[in-house]
């Protein structure tokens, strides 16, 4: 009934099916359908077409696809994003450590350097201080004028060793005074030194906070883009089930559409063993041709299940991707016994061959026989559309064996047999 058999393939199916026509032209309209090598074939059998076919299911699934795909890509970019915060907080625990220790050294530079200017301040007083009190006694003294104010040569000795030891303890509060400024010079450099690298710590641990509030941002961006997609796929869910009561519907109709178009096939079978449809009674040696030359196979007869609710149904037929408006042509002799219009299988054509077997197309834009009318193989009966429920241009094409549906392909180097689910 769909033109996929999976999720896959119904997203590659339009241009699987223009490609692989295209190669069967350039080979030159090959009568036999194209196969497909693909594994996932295989495994996509399961799907369902129904659900492919209804709208708001059809787009809920396609919701919970994205979704699916999307989370694990997400959630490693959560992972990633939260180690690398992770990792950039450490560094800024890091680089807020050095900036407190770079801190620490310039405030006890800092405490140093007073400690040295006052130091300096208290020798500059002194100085003066000594300054004044040599002013205040005429200036300077010489050994000459002390001698003469002595009173004898030991009062002389006094003053002389008094005098001398205040000029050697000025001299020596100069000598501090130098030391203390060129001490003062050295810690002024060492506090730019460090108030440098107090910059630099700071500036890192700048650099570490923007590095973590770009990291936060990338992993609140993604966990958001997980909620969202565990939110979406929720709410694919929730549009799904709200759909169950008219999937159910559908899956009856189906069902009932499939049980009309048997007993149809069955009463031209009997009526064609009676030799009163006017067809042979047997298949030519030829068996029967390919109702779409070139075109490929897009998907196979079996069971599908749906993947929301687990209804079963069953796809009777072959999906043979051909292009809108490709020509439809009877795959053996016979005469046509039913064209319907509406339901699951849209525009159909129903052709009675002999032999039991009845051959349908369906999901056509249109038809170029009636009812009653007698076909040649390789004639063409309609043309390839969309009709019914269907999700792009492809032609359904069933065989019956006496009412009972076999798969198309034993014709086309498969097993003959009836379908199976």
């Not at 002999?354 to 249109?366: F, K, L, P, R």
Request: net charge neutral.
């Amino acid at each position: 009934m769909s033109m996929s058999n999976s999720s896959r393939s119904h997203r590659r199916g339009t241009r699987y099916a223009v490609a692989t026509l295209a190669l069967g032209l350039a080979a030159g309209m090959a009568a036999l359908p194209a196969h497909s090598d693909d594994i996932n074939e295989q495994v996509a059998e399961a799907s369902d077409d129904l659900a492919r076919a209804d709208a708001k299911v059809d787009a809920a699934m396609k919701q919970l696809d994205a979704a699916r795909e999307q989370l694990p890509a997400a959630r490693q970019e959560l992972a990633a994003a939260q180690s690398e915060l992770t990792q950039s907080q450490q560094r800024k625990s890091a680089a807020d450590v050095k900036v407190a220790e770079a801190i620490a050294k310039v405030t006890k530079a800092k405490q140093e350097i007073a400690e040295t200017e006052q130091q300096i301040a208290y020798l500059e007083q002194r100085i003066g201080r000594m300054a004044r009190e040599v002013y205040q006694q005429g200036g300077q003294i010489s050994e000459v004028e002390i001698l003469l104010d002595s009173a004898d040569p030991g009062d002389f000795a006094a003053r002389l060793e008094a005098l001398r030891s205040i000029a050697e303890d000025n001299n020596d509060t100069m000598t501090d005074l130098d030391d203390a400024k060129a001490q003062l010079q050295t810690r002024l450099a060492g506090l730019r030194i460090l108030e440098e690298k107090a910059e630099e710590a700071q500036a890192e641990a700048q650099q570490e906070v923007e590095k973590a509030a770009a990291a936060k941002a990338r992993a609140d961006a993604a966990k958001a883009k997980i909620d969202e997609l565990v939110a979406a796929r929720s709410s694919a869910l929730r549009d799904a089930r709200d759909r169950k009561s008219e999937v159910r519907k559908q899956y009856d109709q189906l069902k009932a559409e499939q049980e009309r178009i048997a007993a149809i096939a069955r009463a031209a079978a009997a009526k064609a063993s009676g030799g009163q449809s006017g067809v042979p009674v047997n298949i030519g040696p030829g068996g029967l041709a390919w109702p779409a030359p070139g075109a490929p196979v897009v998907g196979n007869v079996g069971p599908r299940i749906h993947p929301v609710y687990g209804y079963r149904s069953c796809h009777t037929g072959t999906d043979i991707g051909a292009g809108m408006g490709s020509p439809i042509l009877a795959a053996e002799d016979g005469v046509v016994v039913s064209i319907q219009n509406g339901g699951p299988y849209g525009l159909h054509t129903l052709v009675q061959h002999g032999s039991g077997i009845s051959t349908m197309y369906a999901h056509q834009s249109s038809t170029s026989v009636s009812v009653g009318q007698k076909v040649k193989r390789g004639q063409v009966i309609g043309r390839v559309g969309s009709t019914g429920w269907s999700t792009g241009p492809h032609l359904h094409f069933e065989v019956h064996v006496n009412g009972t549906p076999y798969d198309p392909m034993g014709w086309f180097g498969g097993t003959k047999g009836p379908v199976r689910c």
